[in-house]
């Protein structure tokens, strides 16, 4: 008796083993998949690397602990991106400045040459937009549509249209000002 | 750069896939930091919604998305008649949670007054778009305690896009808000007040004699030196030779020769007409004497300009001492009558080795002062003012004038400070009560005269007395007379000047305080003297259009005396865009250069056709700036 159902629990770890190890397995495919993807989007949205860092640690931890129902959602990269989202606001604001940053002007850089130069241009557009205008961006700069942004930022439909049109707005604005400049500075 | 362009660039980059070891690490360190967080009993998911977001409803969602955040709600349907809020937005409301029924009108009833419109801008904008709006609104918690609460508006819409609702997400801002208030503040107050109160002369570039005098002061107290002062006035023969803009020219130029000399670290100023000093700290007259006669050697060797003009120099040079209390006015005085010394005994330079005693200081001080009423060194001049509402000339304020060695008209504020400092005013003002209102008695007496008696004054019991005896006298319309009291001594005796201001009301003249607003006159003055008149310094007025400090000041200053029942008047009035500001804020009188210079009253000429007051130019050296 006691060895048959030492056995069974044997068996029963063994299963829980296995579908551990099957769990662990889809995670790291998950994480090869998208890391640089969550990060990317992170850093779209905040200048700090190391909040970037934080919050998307912090994501994963979650995820990690609910694995088994994160892993059924339909797009399991929304789930774990929003909540990198929440935590990353989250961050903001417990980081908050009440004093208060004076607003660097970005530093003007002439025409992209290269991908790389090319996002930091972005970035440094984006980074004269308020976060969640910048989120929502930068989410459909991925690839999202309107309704999956919606879902994973917790904004309204007509939100995040208003947002893409107003943050597209400004940011061409930006974009003209600093070719302007640019183009002033290599004259001179 | 375009946008687009940036854009496609950008989305090219499709995210690179990690390598396997790589993505096994970033497992492993989040496993490491599951476990151990496991261990410590950390709460992990409490925090986060394990549900599918495409699961729930768009007013769910946003409602769940808050309450993660922390964040408060308030949820409006098309369909229902009443609003809800969340837990989170009552406690931002200032009521725990289920206490109160959410409700519109209680809403509304919570925000500010103040406020209200630009919610509901706000909310209808969000409406209309249909669109996100932001707004910032001030909350009147139950306890009356105010705060700040900023919320996002959404709009919710059906599956065919039909706005249905509405939900603000809020969070409660008030310390954000005061700190962005206290920086805006701090900005703006930054902007208004003056970087330094170093104030230089306009055509030398030297201290004022105000800021020399502080700087004189300082010294005085916290050790010894040497203070050098030199009169260099231009050598001319007779008063009519004198040319206003060579004279600047001259002035600059000996103040280039006193730089040039003086060390860096030597304060210099302007301390009078022609009369410069120099402060030369921590030296004895014996180590600061070559320097004073270069200075003096360079000023009389130099030939400035082309007219042939020479500058007749003569310095005094004083010691000073922080053991033996003296004030910077009683240095300047002994240094001015070192260099008069001087120029008795036609030497450059005169030294004061030892200083005379306050008393015989004092004494030396009055003597001159008496001398100079005696022997009729004054002259009057009469200033206009413009009535800004009937725009044209109606007053005319009467200025003492001081006689100079060569018999020049100088402005008198030197003469007033060591008169005033030695108690010798009365004596100065007796005399101008009598010139002026003499003057006037001879004049037709359609304008009105304003003329200035010191605060020091006011204290002798037998002023008003003289003064209505000189208005007798001379039969003069009490009512075309204000009495200006200038600000420049304190008021000592605030009775006594009661007694007085009623007094010279009482014979139908008017009071009028002069200077307003830099002396030592408090703005109770306003509340405690029957003031008719109220004369605002003329240094908030020189760059008025320019200086935003300035225009709030005299906005300020003119409502108040305006709700007083006070009239106002601006002094040093420069240009039509000071004048259009002036009347815009309500100011009654102009007075000022652009309004008309300080002209010489000539009583030997018979009146002039159309001012009251013969009044005639006199050459350009007479017409001093009264500023």
Redesign the interface.
């Known amino acids: 008796m006691t060895t048959g159902s030492a056995a069974l629990a044997l068996i029963g770890d063994d299963d829980a083993q296995r579908r551990q190890h099957e769990l ?1 397995e889809s ?3 998950f ?7 969550i990060k ?1 989007f992170l850093q779209r949205i905040c200048d700090d690397s190391g909040l970037v860092e934080d919050a998307f ?1 912090e994501a ?3 995820a ?3 694995w088994e ?2 892993s059924r ?3 399991p990269l ?2 774990v991106r ?2 990198a989202w ?1 935590k990353l ?2 961050l903001l ?1 417990s980081g ?1 400045d ?3 940053l004076a607003e660097i002007e970005p530093e003007p850089i002439g ?2 040459s290269a ?1 790389w130069e ?2 930091q ?2 970035r440094q ?1 984006l980074s004269r937009l308020p976060a ?1 205008q910048r989120a929502a961006l930068a989410l459909a ?2 690839g999202c549509d309107d309704m999956e942004i ?10 995040v ?3 893409k ?2 943050a ?1 707005r400004k ?2 604005e930006l ?2 000002e ?2 302007r400049e ?1 183009a002033a500075r290599s004259r001179t | 750069m375009n946008l687009d362009d940036l854009l496609t660039l950008t989305a090219q980059r499709v995210p690179t896939q990690l390598d396997e070891a790589r993505a096994r690490r970033t497992a492993r360190m989040i496993d490491d930091e599951y476990v151990r967080r496991l261990a410590a009993g950390i709460d992990i998911t409490s925090d986060v919604d394990l549900r599918d977001p495409a699961e729930m409803d768009e007013r769910q969602r946003i409602i769940r998305s808050a309450e993660l955040l922390k964040l408060g709600t308030i949820s409006w349907h098309l369909n229902r008649s009443e609003i809800d809020w969340s837990s989170e937005m009552s406690r931002i409301l200032g009521h725990a949670p289920g206490v109160i029924q959410p409700s519109l009108s209680r809403l509304i009833s919570m925000i500010h007054r103040k406020d209200r419109a630009l919610v509901r801008r706000q909310i209808q904008a969000a409406w209309r778009g249909p669109a996100e709006t932001e707004v910032v609104f001030r909350i009147v918690k139950p306890d009356r305690a105010t705060g700040y609460v900023h919320c996002y508006i959404e709009v919710i819409t059906d599956d065919d896009g039909q706005p249905t609702g509405i939900i603000a997400t809020g969070r409660d801002v008030t310390s954000v808000e005061k700190a962005r208030q206290e920086r805006d503040r701090r900005t703006l107050r930054g902007g208004t007040v003056q970087p330094d109160l170093t104030e230089f002369d306009p055509i030398t570039g030297l201290l004022t004699r105000q800021r020399f005098a502080d700087q004189v002061g300082r010294a005085l107290r916290t050790g010894t030196g040497t203070l050098l002062v030199v009169s260099a006035p231009p050598y001319i023969r007779r008063s009519s030779d004198a040319n206003s803009g060579r004279d600047d020219r001259l002035s600059a130029a000996a103040a280039e020769v006193l730089r040039s000399v003086a060390g860096p670290s030597d304060p210099c100023g302007v301390v009078g007409r022609h009369e410069f000093g120099v402060l030369l700290q921590y030296t004895t007259v014996d180590t600061a004497r070559p320097k004073a006669d270069e200075i003096l050697d360079r000023l009389r060797a130099t030939r400035f300009l082309a007219a042939s003009a020479r500058l007749d120099a003569f310095g005094g040079l004083v010691h000073y001492d922080y053991r033996i209390p003296t004030e910077s006015i009683e240095l300047l005085f002994d240094a001015e009558t070192a260099w008069r010394q001087a120029k008795r005994q036609d030497v450059p330079l005169h030294v004061l080795r030892e200083s005379p005693s306050t008393a015989d200081r004092r004494e030396a001080a009055r003597a001159s002062i008496r001398a100079a009423v005696e022997d009729n060194r004054f002259v009057l001049f009469a200033q206009p003012l413009r009535d800004l509402e009937l725009n044209q000339i109606t007053r005319h304020e009467m200025l003492l004038r001081v006689l100079d060695d060569v018999g020049r008209a100088v402005p008198p504020t030197t003469f007033l400070e060591l008169a005033e400092h030695v108690d010798e005013i009365l004596t100065v003002d007796k005399w101008v009560i009598n010139h002026a209102l003499r003057l006037i008695g001879q004049g037709s007496q359609t304008s009105h005269y304003q003329i200035n008696i010191s605060g020091r004054s006011l204290a002798d019991p037998l002023l008003l007395e003289h003064i209505s005896h000189a208005i007798d006298r001379h039969a003069v319309d009490p009512e075309r007379l204000t009495l200006e009291i200038t600000e420049t001594a304190a008021i000592g005796n605030l009775t006594v000047a009661r007694r007085f201001a009623d007094g010279v009301r009482a014979l139908g003249c008017q009071v009028a305080l002069d200077d307003f607003g830099t002396g030592s006159t408090p703005l109770s003055f306003l509340t405690q003297l029957p003031v008719d008149l109220v004369k605002i310094d003329g240094s908030f007025i020189q760059d008025l259009p320019d200086s935003k400090p300035s225009q709030a000041v005299v906005e300020g200053l003119v409502q108040t005396c305006h709700r007083l029942g006070i009239l106002t008047a601006a002094e040093y009035v420069q240009d039509e865009a000071t004048l259009d500001l002036l009347r815009h804020y309500g100011v009654d009188f102009a007075q000022g250069f652009y309004v008309g210079e300080p002209e010489l009253i000539r009583t030997e000429r018979p009146p002039a056709q159309s001012i009251e007051l013969p009044i005639n130019p006199i050459n350009p050296a007479g017409s001093e700036p009264t500023m």
């Open positions: 662990d995670l790291v495919q994480i090869q998949a998208n890391e640089t993807r990317w640690q994963l931890i979650v990690r602990a609910k129902v994160v959602h339909v797009q929304f789930w929003k909540t929440y606001l989250t604001d908050r009440v004093g208060g025409d992209p991908q090319a996002e241009m972005l557009l969640r700069m991925d919606a879902h994973q930022l917790g904004l309204a439909l007509t939100t249209r208003s947002y049109a107003t597209r940011l061409k974009a003209e600093a070719g640019a």
